[in-house]
């Protein structure tokens, strides 16, 4: 993913992924959109790791994307580096859920985890 985001102009500064998510702090160019970015990495890395390890594999068809302030990057990044230890605390689902919640963002169960 880190090769893909490069080629794209994307700054990877950590990627890190368990069995069902993947996490990625990436620096995007300032005239690039987060919708356009993930389409960028998503696709291609997907075509490899079908060809390297799984054929059946494929992202989910949406993301979700947040903005990071300069002073959380550290914190960000230890997250990422740490999720599968995190993610024994609480799950990815349930986090992710609070998550919305906790920031005040609307949506509807039934497609959050489609």
């Given at each position: 993913m880190a090769g893909v985001a490069k080629r794209r102009e994307i700054h990877p500064i950590v990627i890190g992924g368990v069995e069902d998510h993947c996490h990625a702090l990436l620096e995007l160019p300032k005239t690039m959109t987060m919708s356009d970015a993930m389409r960028y990495v998503k696709g291609p890395s997907s075509k490899?790791?079908?060809e390297a390890h799984v054929a059946e594999f494929g992202w989910q068809d949406g993301f979700a994307g947040f903005g990071v302030s300069h002073s959380l990057?550290?914190?960000t990044y230890s997250?990422?580096?740490n999720q599968r230890e995190h993610h024994k605390k609480i799950d990815f689902?349930?986090?992710y859920l609070l998550l919305l919640k906790k920031h005040g963002i609307e949506y509807d169960?039934?497609?959050v985890f489609d």
């Amino acid at each position: 993913m880190a090769g893909v985001a490069k080629r794209r102009e994307i700054h990877p500064i950590v990627i890190g992924g368990v069995e069902d998510h993947c996490h990625a702090l990436l620096e995007l160019p300032k005239t690039m959109t987060m919708s356009d970015a993930m389409r960028y990495v998503k696709g291609p890395s997907s075509k490899w790791f079908r060809e390297a390890h799984v054929a059946e594999f494929g992202w989910q068809d949406g993301f979700a994307g947040f903005g990071v302030s300069h002073s959380l990057v550290p914190k960000t990044y230890s997250y990422i580096q740490n999720q599968r230890e995190h993610h024994k605390k609480i799950d990815f689902r349930a986090e992710y859920l609070l998550l919305l919640k906790k920031h005040g963002i609307e949506y509807d169960e039934r497609y959050v985890f489609d």
